[in-house]
């Protein structure tokens, strides 16, 4: 086999300080921050879509990717982000709901985390049928100023949703 494509034993290579799976001293307001991302989305179609969220997000951008099955969608703002998924929901749905489903995983360093979770969007269209999908949700969060904000985010409807 040849070299390594990366060597941590490198001198000018230091390896991120990695905190115990879920163990640091802030993952319980990091799995907060979570819970808000996740309560920024308001129940219907009461209210605008994300309201809460700018604060939860870095101001110097963020990358949002929407997995639709056959479409994918890349947001590099919160704007942009809103203007794709309010009209979906609006169209679709006379009320709905969104909440975390599953226990959220958290690996982090002092100062980024990965986490990951399953979300489920339910509602009753416009027609008054219920509707039901599971969302496979990653987020990269940062600390900045000393608050957790989201810079990343990937959302998948999962393969039994879609």
């Known amino acids: 086999m040849g070299a390594p494509i990366l060597d941590l034993n490198q001198s000018n290579i230091r390896p991120a300080k990695v905190m115990s ?5 802030d993952a319980q307001a990091l799995r907060q921050r979570v819970k808000d991302w996740c309560r920024s ?55 709905w709901d969104f909440r975390i489903v599953t226990p959220i995983d958290l ?20 027609d008054d049928q219920e509707m039901s999908q599971l969302n496979a949700v990653s987020q990269i969060w940062q600390k900045i100023s000393g608050d957790w904000q ?9 393969s039994e949703g879609r």
């Open 107 to 126: 690996r982090q360093t002092e100062e980024m985390a990965a986490v990951t979770f399953f979300a489920s969007l339910n509602g009753t269209t416009h």
């Open 21 to 25: 799976h879920g163990s640091a001293p």
């Open 150 to 158: 989201l810079v990343h985010e990937h959302t998948s409807v999962h």
């Open 41 to 95: 989305w308001p129940e219907g179609n009461r209210g605008g879509v994300f309201t809460r969220r700018a604060s939860l997000a870095a101001d110097s951008g963020i990358q949002l990717l929407s997995d639709f099955g056959k479409d994918v969608a890349i947001s590099n703002s919160l704007t942009e982000y809103k203007a794709l998924w309010r009209p979906i929901l609006n169209d679709t749905f006379r009320n």
